[in-house]
C-alpha cells in the first residue's frame, strides 16, 4: 500500500476516524492492527521476522536494563546486534556474497562455468530502516542513554508505525517512544500543519518525482552507446527525483504522525544548497547520517584519534554507509567516493583556515560558487548511486567527455526546468526566510493559491499511477 495510492486514500480515513474515537492505550493498539496491515498488504510472510527481530530487542534490552553485571550485558547487546544484523545480511547481502565469490572461483576454474549458487531471495520492505532503529534501541539501552519499553506493546509501536515504516526517518527510541506512552495532544492546528506536509510531500512524489523519472528511467534502462547530453540531463532529473521521492514520502510520513499528534524527525534540510560534504550530510537524510555518526563512526574513535585515523574512520562510515544502500559495487563506490569528499573537504578546511577568514562569509558571490561546484560533485556521486553495474557507468562517463552536444542539451533542459520550478520556488522561500513551513505560514489568500495551482499540476499533470517510492528497495 503505498500513500499515493487509491487504497491509502480509503484506508488511512478509517483508521484515523477510529482513532479520534478511542483513548490512549486503544489508539496504540489500533494502530499496531492498521501497521500489520498496512505492511502486510506487500507481503504478510515478512511480518514474522520483523516480529523476531522486535521480540529479541524487547527482551534483550529489558535483561540490559535489570542486569548490573558487563559480561552479561555485552552479551546481550551482542545478541540483539547478531539477530538483527544477520537477518539483514542474509536477505540483503547474501547473494552479493556469493556472486563474487562464485565469479571468482569460476575465474580460477575451480568450479564449473554452469555453477549457479544464488537464492532466489525477496528483499523485505523497510528491511534496513527498521534493522537501524533496532540496533540504537539495545545501544542506547545499554549505554544508559534511554529506558526501555516497559510494554511489548509500546516497544512493537515504536517499530512498526505504519507512517515511518518502510523509509523512516530512522526514529530514535529516546525521541518516539515518550510520545507512544503518553497519550499525544491532538488539535486543530497539528491537522492543518499535517495536512499541509502530507500534500506538500504528495506533490514532490506525484509531480515534481513521478514525470522526472521518465526523464531518468529512459537512458538508464538502455544498454549503451549513450549520448553525452542525454546522460547529463538523466543526472540533473535525477537528483532532483531522488530528493522529491524521498524527501515527499518524509514528509508524508510527517504530516501523518502529526495529525495523531506524533512528532517525527525531519530528514532533510535543503541539501542542494550545501557548499561542502560535510554541510551535506547534516542536511540529506538526516536520520541516517546522524544514526552513522553515533553508532559507527564514533565507537571507531570518530576524530578523537590521529589524523590519519580519522580519515579511515570517515572512510569505513562512508563505505558502509553505500553498503546499506544496496548489494552493488556501484554503491560501495559511492560510499567511497563520499568519503573521499569528506576527507577532502577535512584536509582543505585544515589547510586553508587562515584564506577562509579572509573571505566575508557575507560575500554571496563566493559562496553561490561553492554550491554550484559541491552541487555538481553530488551530481556525479548520483551517477555512482544511479548505475545498474560498472559497465554502465564506464559507458556514462565516456559518453558525457567523448559524445556530448551542447546544442542537443540546451533542448532537452526546459522540459527538465519546468518540472522543478515549483520546487526551485519553495525552497528559495524557505531558504530565505530559514523556515522549511514557508509555504503553509503564507497569507490565507496566497495560500489557497498555490494549493490550487498544486492541485491543477497533480490532477493535470501529474503521474496519477501509484508509482513506488526509490528508497523502498534498501
Given amino acids: 500500500m503505498l500513500f499515493n495510492s487509491i487504497q491509502f486514500f480509503f484506508f488511512f480515513p478509517v483508521v484515523f476516524l477510529l482513532y479520534l474515537l478511542l483513548k490512549h492505550r486503544w489508539q496504540n493498539r489500533l494502530l499496531i492492527i492498521a501497521s500489520c496491515l498496512f505492511y502486510a498488504s506487500w507481503n504478510w ?18 535483561y540490559i536494563s535489570q542486569n548490573e553485571n558487563p559480561k552479561i550485558r555485552k552479551r546481550l547487546l551482542l545478541l540483539s546486534i547478531m539477530v538483527n544484523l544477520s537477518i539483514l545480511a542474509f536477505f540483503k547481502y547474501f547473494n552479493f556474497f556469493v556472486t563474487n565469490v562464485e565469479l571468482l572461483l569460476k575465474s580460477i576454474h575451480l568450479i564449473s562455468p554452469q555453477a549457479h549458487f544464488a537464492l532466489s531471495i525477496i528483499l523485505p520492505l523497510g528491511i534496513s530502516f527498521y534493522t537501524f532503529e533496532a540496533i540504537s534501541y539495545t545501544f542506547d539501552v545499554y549505554k544508559r542513554k534511554t529506558k ?3 510494554k511489548y506493546e509500546d516497544y512493537l509501536l515504536f517499530v512498526i508505525y505504519f507512517p515511518h515504516l518502510i523509509a523512516g526517518p530512522i526514529m530514535r527510541a529516546k525521541d518516539f517512544l515518550p510520545q507512544i506512552v503518553s497519550p499525544r495532544q491532538m488539535s486543530l492546528g497539528k491537522l492543518y500543519e499535517g495536512s499541509h506536509l502530507f500534500f506538500w510531500g504528495l506533490f514532490e512524489k506525484m509531480f515534481i518525482a513521478d514525470n522526472l523519472a521518465k526523464i531518468v528511467n529512459p537512458v538508464f534502462g538502455n544498454p549503451p552507446p549513450y549520448k553525452g547530453e542525454d546522460v547529463l540531463i538523466a543526472l540533473y532529473a535525477f537528483a532532483f527525483q531522488i530528493f522529491c521521492d524521498f524527501d515527499g514520502y518524509s514528509n508524508m510520513a510527517r504530516g501523518l504522525g502529526l495529525c ?20 551535506f550530510w547534516q542536511r540529506w537524510h538526516i536520520s541516517l547520517s ?3 555518526r553515533d553508532y559507527l563512526y564514533i565507537p571507531l574513535g570518530g576524530n578523537q ?17 553505500g553498503l546499506w544502500h544496496g548489494a552493488s559495487w556501484t554503491f560501495v563506490l559511492w ?25 566575508s562569509t557575507k560575500d554571496y558571490l563566493w559562496k553561490s560558487l561553492k554550491i554550484f561546484i559541491f552541487f555538481h560533485l553530488v551530481i556525479f556521486g548520483w551517477l555512482l548511486f544511479r548505475s545498474v553495474n560498472l559497465h554502465q557507468l564506464g559507458s556514462m562517463s565516456c559518453a558525457m567527455v567523448t559524445s556530448f552536444h551542447w546544442g542537443e542539451f540546451t533542448k532537452l533542459f526546459p522540459k527538465f526546468f519546468l518540472i522543478i520550478l515549483p520546487l526551485l520556488a519553495v525552497q528559495i522561500g524557505q531558504l530565505k526566510t530559514g523556515n522549511l513551513m514557508f ?11 498555490v494549493y490550487a495551482l498544486m492541485t491543477y499540476l497533480i490532477i493535470g499533470f501529474g503521474v496519477m499511477k501509484a508509482e513506488e517510492f526509490i528508497y523502498f528497495q534498501f
Wanted: charged share 15%.
Fill in 290 to 292: 546522524s544514526w552513522l
Fill in 45 to 62: 510472510k515478512f511480518l514474522s521476522i520483523m516480529f523476531l527481530s522486535i521480540t529479541t530487542d524487547y527482551f534483550c534490552a529489558k
Fill in 439 to 449: 509555504l503553509f505560514q503564507l497569507p490565507k489568500i496566497l495560500k489557497i493559491a
Fill in 260 to 279: 495523531m499528534g506524533f512528532e517525527i524527525t525531519i530528514n532533510f534540510k535543503l541539501p542542494y544548497f550545501s557548499s561542502n560534504p560535510r554541510e
Fill in 335 to 359: 560510499g567511497m567516493y563520499q568519503g573521499t569528499l569528506l576527507i577532502l573537504h577535512r584536509v582543505i578546511t585544515e589547510s586553508r583556515k587562515t584564506q577562509d577568514a579572509l573571505i
Fill in 305 to 321: 584519534g590521529t589524523e590519519w585515523r580519522t580519515y579511515i574512520n570517515l572512510s569505513l562510515t562512508m563505505l558502509l554507509g
Fill in 148 to 150: 526501555p519499553a516497559v
